[in-house]
């Protein structure tokens, strides 16, 4: 990568784990729009098998790391957690209640964020994880995952999790770096790493990811090398390798550091490129955007099928619609409408008690909103997009070539007819291409502080 064109589109901008992003969600929908976009949802997913998804997301954690951007809780008192759980099978029943569900809910994809989901001991997630199942069928292709921290994981927990069908595990690693871990607060060995690793397949789980971030403080060429070259050791099925995102004035934990401390610009990138260099030279293949996998992995093999799908929960082998979102702050989907819950914890809390679905905010998406999500879905997934159909157009389209003249012109992508192909140089600048296609931030003036840096 040039450093002219690094300079010229380093800029603020989203990173489409949907579409309108969140900061320009203006149409709320009301608990009834909500539901009703649901039942259409749920409708469909059981008509044409495919099921819907389920995402739970528990908000404690033991400590602040300094560089998370997640909405958590940070407490040791695990006294929080029983009644948490309550609140989140309360929310579903009422969930179950307002769709007038009385079978069970075929499920797809289960996944367990936060904050940090093991938290909760091995009791704690077999009544969660029962409360739910209770309720849901799993289908024959279901693909559960959680996310956890290796330093406060067990086996046990573990045994949990495959008993109910848990196959997918995700392990935040970041950095391997003492002077690294020192400053985000994030102390972990590798043989903490490769302990949770080996308990995870020696219990037949199919596929293990690990987090990565390049661009955090004092990192280096030669702790990105180390890093990867252990993480390539202990062969995670597939890796995410994201750009750290500096937003102080929104989460101050990562007030610990400044702008000084961090790697910018072409130091940032090369990070990176030194880092993918590596991976790739053992096996691994880059996926869309700041991810990679081996050729076994769904990730890939969905590459290859043409299935690879994006939401917020990152990129996933295939699409699962609608998302039912339980827990604070949790984003649902269902397609037409998203939903987010009260970000506050005692806020959800009392409103899930007086019975009522937690929704703080969200948005539902009018005609050309939904036209603009798929071509950016289109470029994320599948690296092109074409807006040759009438189905496929809005007025905003009538100029996009105009639009994207400069990014073919810098040789990022290739323009043909109605139609237009991210080449391999324009995969770093991929939140670029797809900032043409956005017609709210167009429509806006940008503002420099809802958003990370793009490379």
Known sequence: MSSSLLKKYNIPGPRYTSYPTVPYWDQNPSTEEWISALKISIKESTESGTGAAIYVHIPFCESLCTYCGCNNRITRNHGVSDPYITTILREFELYREKLGITGKLKLSELHLGGGTPTFLTPAELTRLLSGIFEHCESMDDHEFSIEVDPRVTSRAQLEVLRTFGFKRLSLGIQDFDPKVQDIVHRIQSVEEVKKITCDARDLDFTSVNFDLIYGLPFQTIQSIEQTVREVAELRPDRIAFYSYAHVPWIKAGQRRFTELDLPSG?????????????????????????????????????????????????????????????????????????????????????????????????????????????????????????WESPQEFVPFLGDIQKRLAELERDELLKIECNACKVTEKGRAFLRNICMAFDARLAQKSPETRLFSSTI
């Open 266 to 386: 072409d130091e940032k990138r090369m990070l990176y490129e030194r880092g993918r260099e590596l991976l790739e030279s053992a096996g691994y293949i880059e996926i869309g955007m700041d991810h990679f996998a081996l050729k076994s992995d769904s990730l890939f093999i969905s590459t290859q099928n043409g299935t690879l799908h994006r939401n917020f929960m990152g990129y996933t082998a295939r699409k699962v619609n609608p998302i039912l979102a339980l827990g604070v702050s949790a984003i649902g989907d269902a397609w037409t409408v998203f939903a987010q819950n009260e970000k506050l914890l005692e806020t959800y809390v009392e409103r899930v008690e007086r019975g009522e679905i937690p929704i703080a905010r969200g948005h539902v998406l009018n005609a050309e909103d939904l036209i603009l999500r798929r071509h950016i879905l289109n470029l994320m997934t599948l690296m092109s997009t074409s």
